[in-house]
Every structure is written in structure tokens, then in C-alpha cells.
């Protein structure tokens, strides 16, 4: 039996992301584990998010388990959620004024704050964070990853964030959505994909993607 391995880092939405993998995989273990050998043993790994990326990090740090991340992230299929996906850069904007937070580094590029005040392209203010269901848009070069089979172009999924990705690579980027200008809410490189919406709320397109994780064997 494979394993799939939630990382528990003391931080993240991890039993619901668990509950949903549980769903879309029964033939797969699915293991929320703090362990370091676990998670080097397992099949595929899922690095969840939530709250800040200052704490997220100095939680994440004082685990122990960034040797392990690190190596794995190279050779297995790996999954980052929400604020895993902004981990997966290399510095956020948010933390200390003009210092931001080092994050993991594994991509190239940064993690940026939506403006205050939000404004829509008709003069309108949007609320940050920005929460609810938005489109979500594949590129050309995206379109037929693994990840996405089966996922209708422009399928809705839900989101919860302040801050967004901005990759140095625009080839990285494998989903746009719009709020209102076009940003980047899902990266793929090699093994690696992260969403910053939430699958395991998105209905039957969130368990998709999951699904499609769980049986992806990390090549692109």
C-alpha cells in the first residue's frame, strides 16, 4: 500500500485535507505525521498551510523536518496547499516591514501582499483577504498536466488568502485566476505542484486535483 504523508509541521489545515484524501484515494494510506522517516518512506508528500508565514516558518523550522522536506521535494510527487504553495518561494512580503519572512526557497520568486485599498477595475473596493469561490484559468503550457485531468477549464474553487505568489519563472505558473487583474494560483515544476485555493473545500473540481495527486507519479 502507498502512503501518502501530510506534513505536521504544528501549523495547517491538516485533518480536512486528510479527510479529503481519504475520500479520493481508499486505497492509500494516508498519514498526518511530525516523523522525519515517515515522511522520507512515504509515496507522496502534501505540505498544507494556513495563518502567517512568519509563524508558519519558525514553526516549520523548529520541527526539524526541513532537511527531510527538502530532500523529498526533489524526489517525489509533493503537494503544497494554500500557504504551502507561498512556502515554496523564496521570501514573503509578509513579516517585518521592508524585511518579510525566508521562506523554503524551492522556486524562484516572491510572495506579495494585495494592495490596500483592493480596487477593482470598476472604481470598487474588493476585500482582503479575498475569500470565496473564483474561475480558475489554465495556460497553454499547464493545460495537460497530470493534475489538472479531468478539471474543466474555468472551474471554480475556493479561496482564502492575503498574499499571492509571483514566480520569476512565468513558465511555473499552472493557473491563473482573476481578483481582478490576473495572479498566479497554482505552480508546477518538475515534482512539484502547489494550489493556493483550498481543494478539500472546492467540491467535486478540489477532489479532482487531489485525486489526480494521488495516483500522479511526479513527471511533467
Request: proline share 7%; glycine share 10%; net charge negative.
Amino acid at each position: 500500500m502507498q502512503t501518502i504523508a501530510i506534513v505536521d509541521y504544528g501549523m495547517g489545515n491538516l485533518r480536512s485535507v486528510a479527510k479529503a484524501f481519504s475520500h479520493v484515494a481508499p486505497d492509500q494510506r494516508v498519514l498526518i505525521t511530525s516523523d522525519a522517516k515517515e515522511i522520507a518512506g512515504a509515496e507522496r508528500v502534501v505540505l498544507p498551510g494556513q495563518a502567517a508565514m512568519p509563524e508558519s516558518m519558525a514553526a516549520l523550522n523548529a520541527s526539524g523536518l526541513r532537511d527531510v522536506l527538502n530532500q523529498v521535494s526533489r524526489e517525489k510527487p509533493f503537494l503544497g496547499v494554500c500557504l504551502g504553495l507561498q512556502m515554496f518561494f523564496e521570501t514573503s512580503e509578509e513579516g517585518p516591514p521592508g524585511v518579510g519572512t525566508p521562506a523554503l526557497g524551492w522556486l524562484k520568486g516572491r510572495v506579495a501582499r494585495f494592495p490596500k485599498p483592493h480596487v477593482d477595475l470598476d472604481g470598487s473596493v474588493l476585500k482582503v483577504p479575498h475569500m470565496g469561490w473564483n474561475a480558475v484559468h489554465f495556460p497553454e503550457s499547464a493545460r495537460s498536466h497530470p493534475c489538472w485531468a479531468g478539471v474543466a477549464e474555468g472551474s471554480a474553487f475556493y479561496f482564502a488568502h492575503s498574499f499571492y505568489a509571483v514566480p520569476a519563472d512565468e513558465a511555473a505558473v499552472a493557473g491563473i485566476t482573476e481578483y481582478p487583474r490576473p495572479i498566479g494560483v497554482a505552480v508546477a515544476q518538475a515534482n512539484i505542484f502547489a494550489v493556493q485555493f483550498h481543494p478539500e473545500k472546492s467540491a467535486d473540481a478540489g477532489l479532482r486535483v487531489l485525486q489526480n495527486f494521488s495516483t500522479w507519479n511526479g513527471s511533467f
